[in-house]
């Protein structure tokens, strides 16, 4: 038996369909391709990213929900992204009415005033489908978010500002509160974790972080991040803190496979315990890192037991045949 439609009837069957996806949906992957496939944390690869007026789009909605006690959602929200020429690296939701947070953060969902997020470049599609993303966005939030993007790209995944590229598994996300808590999650969508980082709770430096409570960080290095003619031979890694620091405890971790020299003796604290030295020993033309705590390692940590905020330090020796600057004397802290 063939069934026959009438036209108002096929019409009914096909509103649905036509609904379903909006017309003006936009794939952010096709506009901002990427041919990355895995990360990067090499901090001399790190990338120079830019954002305008053209960089703004309008969602639908917006839902990251990790595990069973992860979720960040938003309804309709404006959307910033960050770009270098490897494709997107981070992104801005400005939800036009509150989203919600619910993690282990806090025993209530919160309401969400803004989310950054940090992401590997092949993954926007993912993060953002393209069913959700409909149309340019409010071309006025430009500056504001470009100060929030500068405000938070030191927060994670780069060197001096400029992007790195975390592992399509891995994502930063960092919603600021309506009550004004800065809220830092470690997310790892393979197993299905979300790392809540409080060193960067705004509320509680609002409200009750003092001085001795605030995490120590870095504040100086010698070579200075991203120097890029080092002279090569023995010279001193100097590394000052924010305040003082516990005897006798650190952590001079690898930025990637035999990113760092040999020590030539064991790092030290000056008698101000605010500068670390770690005496080595540089090869000419190579590129040194280190990670200054990491997510695992947090021996560097204030007389009162509070890690340092991560931060990574990398730099590149002179060739043999360059001058170089002169090498670092040895003095007292500053």
Known sequence: MKTK????????????????????AIDLLQQYPTSL?????????????????????????????VGDGFKVATGAADLGIGHCADGAVWAVVIPHEPGTLTSTASKEPEGVAHVWLR????????????????????????????????GKIHTSWQAGGKAMIPEPKDLTVYPDTKAGAHRFFIVD?????????????????????????????????????????VPPGP????????????????????????????????????????TCVCKVKLEPGKTYGYWLNTKSYRNFKDKDGHPAVPYLLTFKTATNGQSGQPAPKTGGGQ
């Open 5 to 24: 439609f009438t036209p108002g009837g096929l019409l009914a069957v096909l509103m649905p369909v036509m609904l379903a996806t909006p017309v003006f």
């Open 37 to 65: 496939t895995a990360g990067d944390d090499n901090g001399s690869h790190a990338r120079a990213w830019e954002f305008s007026a053209a960089d703004i789009y309008q969602v639908a909605r917006f839902e990251l929900k």
């Open 119 to 150: 992401f590997h470049p092949g993954q926007i599609d993912k993060v953002f489908p393209p069913e959700t993303v409909l149309a340019a966005g409010n071309l006025n939030l430009t500056n504001v978010i470009r100060h929030i993007a500068n």
């Open 189 to 229: 969508t393979a197993a299905q974790t979300a790392e809540y980082v409080a060193a960067f709770d705004a509320e509680s430096a609002t409200n009750s972080m003092t001085w001795e409570s605030a995490p120590p960080v870095v504040i100086r290095t010698v070579p200075e991040a991203g120097a890029n003619n």
């Open 235 to 274: 010279t001193e890694i100097r590394v000052t803190f924010s305040k003082e620091m516990a005897d006798g405890s650190w952590s001079w971790c690898n930025a990637w496979e035999n990113s760092t020299p040999a020590d030539e003796e064991t790092p030290k604290y000056e008698a101000d315990h605010i």
